[in-house]
């Protein structure tokens, strides 16, 4: 099976950097994905990572390494509307996902 | 980004009844569709995988005669939600797939039995 596990909560303020953390367990590997959902709202996708390393997307970045089980999301110069949870997905095959309980993103003035 | 329409976006049964939950691809072809559920401040949890023109992969623990899923076309898919219960009440999300590794979502449908 698969297991993932992130924080459940964290804050930051306007204008900052905040970094999600992602680890996870799997038998089978194709990727990590990340996730935005806002209350209320479906998921929307933000950044996929398949090798080690930083994917850029914006002010988005999503790193990963394989051989430490681990991946993180960047989101920089943060605005408001940048609170809502976050999820990490595993990717175990063709748009199949196994999602972490998600991280629920305080922005604050 | 790709287009997946879910319709409808709300809905309220009555408990006993049956409710049918629709999700398109608008603008490719979803060789995969997926359903979720999700409990409020919970993760989205798989319930299965459909594939067009064959029978669905329930995860475990999901009751296959309780919520039937049909992919009969490569652009639509339906969850149907039989004999609705309160503890039915949840979001339903789908996201199609069409070989790639992102899945895209549709808007998602509440439903709540009552």
């Known amino acids: 099976g698969q297991s993932l596990e992130q924080p459940s909560e964290v804050t930051a303020v306007e204008g900052a950097i905040v970094q999600i953390n992602c680890t996870y367990q799997t038998s089978g590997f194709y990727g990590l994905s990340w996730y935005q959902q806002h209350d209320g709202g479906a998921p929307t996708f933000l950044s996929y990572n398949a090798l080690d390393g930083l994917e850029e997307t914006g002010r988005f970045s999503s790193f990963l390494s394989r051989s430490d089980s681990y991946g993180y999301l960047l989101l920089q110069e943060l605005q408001m509307k940048d609170s809502a949870s976050y999820f990490c997905?595993?990717?175990?095959?063709?748009?199949?996902?196994?999602f972490g309980d998600g991280t629920t993103l305080t922005v604050k003035p | 980004g790709a287009v997946v329409s879910q319709h409808p976006s709300r809905v309220i049964c009555k408990s006993g009844t049956s409710v049918k939950i629709e999700c398109r691809s608008l603008?490719?072809?979803?060789?995969?569709m997926f359903w979720y559920r999700q409990f409020p401040k919970q993760s989205l949890m798989l319930m299965a995988t459909?594939?067009?023109?064959?029978?669905?992969?329930?995860e475990q623990g999901v009751e296959k005669d309780k919520f039937l899923i049909n992919h009969a076309s490569l652009t639509l898919s339906t969850l149907t939600v039989t004999s609705a219960h309160p503890e039915d009440s949840s979001f339903y999300i789908c996201?199609?797939?069409?070989?790639?590794?992102?899945?895209?979502f549709g808007q998602g449908t509440r439903l709540t039995v009552v």
């Open positions: 459909s594939n067009e023109g064959s029978k669905a992969t329930y």
């Open positions: 996201s199609a797939s069409s070989g790639g590794f992102e899945a895209f």
């Open positions: 603008d490719f072809q979803a060789t995969t």
């Open positions: 997905a595993l990717r175990t095959n063709a748009g199949k996902s196994t």
